[in-house]
C-alpha cells in the first residue's frame, strides 16, 4: 500500500508549485489574516472591542487606542456601516469586510436586495443587520469608523418603474447617511455612477473625471444621473460646511455573481438566456458597446479609495475596454460552452428596436485612479464571466432561480 502524505506535506507541496509573486502574495495574506485574528482576540480578551453593546469606560478606551496604535494601520479592525447591503455590490463587499475581521453593520430596505445574499454572515457576532429605509434617519450607538453609501439602484428598469423614489433615495437618503457620518465622525464614501455623465459624447469618450456632463433633467435615465449628481453635491457640502470627510465613486458597468436578474442588464438576460438555450435579445443593431468591470476589482476600488488620502472630488472606477453587444454574446457563449460542456446547445440572435436614452458607449479613463491609488482592474473579462456563469448556473439547478423571479414579480 503506497504511503499517504501528509496534509503538511501536500501544502508544501503546492506553496513549492506557486511561482514567486503568487506565494509571496499567499503569504501575505495568511499573515495579515492572522495579524486579524489575533487583534480580534486580544481586543475581546481586553473586553473593549464591542463597541455597540459595551459602554464606554476610559480605560478600556485608553487600552483600546493604545493597542491600534501599535498595529500596523493595515490590521486595524475598524466598525463599517454599509447600506445597500443586500445587494450585488452591498454583499460582495460584506463579504470583504467580513473576511478580513472588521465589524459590519449592513442597511437595506430589501427593495431590491435579497436575505440570500447576506445569509453567510447572519449569525456572526460582528455582523448587524437592520432592516431600514436610508430615506429616514438613522441613529447607530457606538463608533463607526467608515460608512459605504451604496444604497439605490443603477437600473433602467426600476427607473421606469418607480423614479420618485429613485430620486428621493438619491437626496434624501444620502443626506440622512451624511448626518451619521457626520455624527459619529465616521469617513463616507458614495457609490456614485457613470450616469453622472449623463448621454457620453462621441468626442468625450472615454470619460474621465473632468468632463463635466451631457445630462437630461427629462429622460428614462433621469431619475438615477439626476439623482447621483445632486448626491454628489451634498457630499461636497457636507464636507464644506461640516468637515466631513468624503469619497466619491463613479461607478461604470459591473457584473458578476449576484447580480439581479429582473432589473434588464443585459448581463444576466444573455446569461440566462444562453443557459436556457433561448435566443439572445440584443436591442438595436448590436454595435452598442459596454465596458465590463469584475466585481472584485471593484470591490478593491471602493475600499483603496476610503482608506485613500484623496479628497479632490469623484473618481472613476470601470473596466478600460469596450465590448458590442455581439462581442458579450460571445463572450457568455464561451463561458456557458465550458459550464455545461455536453449538454450545451448553442444560441441565435435576435434583434429589437433600440430604446430612447440608451447610451451607445460607456467606457472609463481610470488614468486617475491608477495615479491616486495604483489602482487598477486584474480581472480578465473571460475568467469573470466564467465565475459569474458558474454562480447563475447553480441557482438555477437549485431552483432558486425561480424563487428570487417570484420575489421580483411580488414588487
Ligand atoms: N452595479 C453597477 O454596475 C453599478 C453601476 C453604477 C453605479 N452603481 C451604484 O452602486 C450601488 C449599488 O448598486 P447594485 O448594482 O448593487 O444595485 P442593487 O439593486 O443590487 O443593490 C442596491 C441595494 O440598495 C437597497 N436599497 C435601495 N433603496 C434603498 C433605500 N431607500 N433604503 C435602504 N436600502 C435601499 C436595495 O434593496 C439593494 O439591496 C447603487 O447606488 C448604484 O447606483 C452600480
Known amino acids: ?117 447576506l445569509l453567510n454572515w447572519m449569525d456572526h457576532k460582528n455582523f448587524v443587520l437592520y432592516t431600514h429605509d436610508v430615506r429616514l434617519p438613522l441613529k447607530i450607538e457606538g463608533a463607526v469608523d467608515q460608512i459605504f453609501h451604496l444604497a439605490g439602484s443603477a437600473s433602467l428598469q426600476d427607473c421606469m418603474i418607480d423614479p420618485t423614489s429613485i430620486l428621493t433615495t438619491c437626496f434624501q437618503g444620502t443626506m440622512n447617511m451624511l448626518e451619521l457620518a457626520r455624527n459619529c465622525n465616521a469617513r463616507f464614501l458614495l457609490a456614485s455612477s457613470c450616469g453622472a455623465y449623463g448621454f457620453p459624447l462621441w468626442h468625450r469618450n472615454p470619460q474621465s473625471e473632468n468632463f463635466l456632463g451631457s445630462v437630461k433633467t427629462f429622460g428614462r435615465r433621469a431619475c438615477h444621473d439626476e439623482g447621483k449628481r445632486v448626491a454628489e453635491s451634498l457630499c461636497y457640502a457636507y464636507a464644506k460646511q461640516h468637515k466631513v470627510e468624503v469619497r466619491i465613486a463613479r461607478i461604470f458597468n459591473t457584473f458578476g455573481p449576484r447580480m439581479r436578474i429582473g432589473d434588464g442588464r443585459v448581463i444576466p438576460i444573455f446569461i440566462l438566456q444562453c443557459l436556457r438555450g433561448e435566443c439572445f435579445t440584443v436591442i438595436g443593431d448590436g454595435n452598442t458597446s459596454r465596458s465590463l468591470m469584475y466585481i472584485s476589482d471593484l470591490i478593491d476600488g471602493l475600499v483603496e479609495l476610503m482608506l485613500s488620502d484623496y479628497t479632490g472630488g469623484p473618481m472613476n472606477f470601470g473596466k478600460e475596454e469596450e465590448y458590442n453587444l455581439i462581442e458579450i454574446t460571445e463572450i457568455v457563449t464561451k463561458a456557458v460552452r465550458k459550464v455545461r460542456g455536453d449538454k450545451f446547445r448553442p444560441t441565435k440572435i435576435t434583434f429589437l428596436p433600440s430604446r430612447k436614452d440608451d447610451p451607445m458607449m460607456r467606457n472609463p479613463d481610470c488614468a486617475l485612479a491608477r495615479e491616486q491609488l495604483g489602482w487598477s482592474t486584474k480581472v480578465d473579462i473571460d475568467q469573470g464571466m466564467l465565475e459569474t456563469v458558474e454562480w447563475f448556473a447553480a441557482m438555477e439547478k437549485e431552483n432558486w432561480l425561480y424563487d428570487v423571479e417570484k420575489e421580483d414579480d411580488r414588487r
Open 1 to 117: 500500500m503506497s504511503k499517504q502524505p501528509n496534509v503538511a506535506q501536500l501544502f508544501n507541496e503546492q506553496l513549492e508549485q506557486m511561482g514567486f509573486d503568487a506565494r509571496a502574495e499567499y503569504m501575505q495574506r495568511q499573515f495579515s489574516n492572522v495579524m486579524h485574528e489575533l487583534q480580534g482576540s486580544i481586543l475581546e480578551a481586553l473586553g473593549v472591542y464591542d463597541f455597540g453593546e459595551n459602554p464606554d469606560g476610559s480605560l478600556k478606551e485608553h487600552l483600546k487606542s493604545s493597542y491600534e496604535d501599535w498595529l500596523p494601520p493595515y490590521s486595524r479592525r475598524m466598525r463599517v456601516v454599509v447600506t445597500g447591503a443586500a445587494g450585488f455590490v452591498g454583499s460582495h463587499l460584506v463579504d470583504f469586510l467580513m473576511k478580513r475581521g472588521h465589524s459590519v453593520v449592513a442597511i437595506d430596505n430589501f427593495s431590491t436586495g435579497y436575505h440570500m445574499n
